[in-house]
């Protein structure tokens, strides 16, 4: 694989089979809601599994550091790696350098007009003004997914720069309007689902790769 110019994504089915992970990560794992403690290592063991087969590495000698909550560290130099759940698969990210992604259904019924007037920029709720009533809903989970794989890569919270990230899909880039920080983002539909990226990498062509292969799974 060419990573230097293709960022490669992993789709996983949330009730596929659990992989191996560490004993670290299984003490945390115990001490979650059962829930979350499947979704946890769901997560950590695919990502350990994708990356063996990226770097030829043994899962268990993968220097992932994880806690529950926390984004994933990568040691040894190995780049940088994203998580996200939606109710039905598990999306994983990797690249040499900094990233943020997000994953949610396309076709999840939501409350777009509320969602728009609590979280959005009063500059963009003026956009969303001109948006087909039967098409708002896609066009709120397409900016959320993006909106939130800012924040990942900004490693901050919803609740303070959600608003604060102003995207721009002619040229792909997004700026914090109090921090001036700027980093490339992108928005991609695969089947049913909406996928959010922010990376430091910029992508010719959108040049993505999305393993999704059931043989993957076994």
């Excluded at 040229?171 to 695969?190: D, E, G, P």
Aim: charged letters at 25%.
């Amino acid at each position: 694989m060419q990573t230097t110019s293709v960022l490669p994504l992993w789709l996983i089915p949330i009730n596929s089979p659990l992989k191996e992970i560490s004993s670290i990560e299984q003490k945390a794992a115990d001490l979650l809601p059962e829930k979350r403690s499947r979704e946890y290592k769901h997560a950590r063991g695919y990502a350990r599994y994708a990356l063996s087969e990226l770097f030829k590495i043994k899962p268990l000698d993968i220097p992932l550091f994880s806690s529950p909550g926390k984004a994933p560290l990568l040691g040894n130099d190995l780049g940088y790696l994203s998580f996200s759940h939606c109710e039905d698969a598990l999306l994983i990210g990797w690249s040499r350098h900094q990233l943020g992604i997000d994953l949610e259904r396309s076709d999840r019924n939501i409350p777009a007009e509320r969602i728009v007037k609590r979280f959005f920029h009063k500059e963009e709720k003026s956009n969303f003004k001109s948006v087909k009533e039967d098409k708002l809903q896609l066009e709120v989970i397409k900016n959320w997914v993006v909106k939130e794989a800012l924040i990942k890569w900004q490693k901050g919270k919803l609740s303070q720069d959600f608003r604060e990230w102003s995207i721009n899909y002619q040229s792909n880039l997004a700026i914090h309007r109090k921090l001036k920080c700027q980093v490339n983002f992108y928005q991609v539909n695969f089947q049913q689902w909406s996928i959010g990226i922010a990376s430091n990498q910029k992508l010719r062509d959108k040049n993505f790769r999305i393993c999704f292969d059931s043989n993957f799974y076994n």
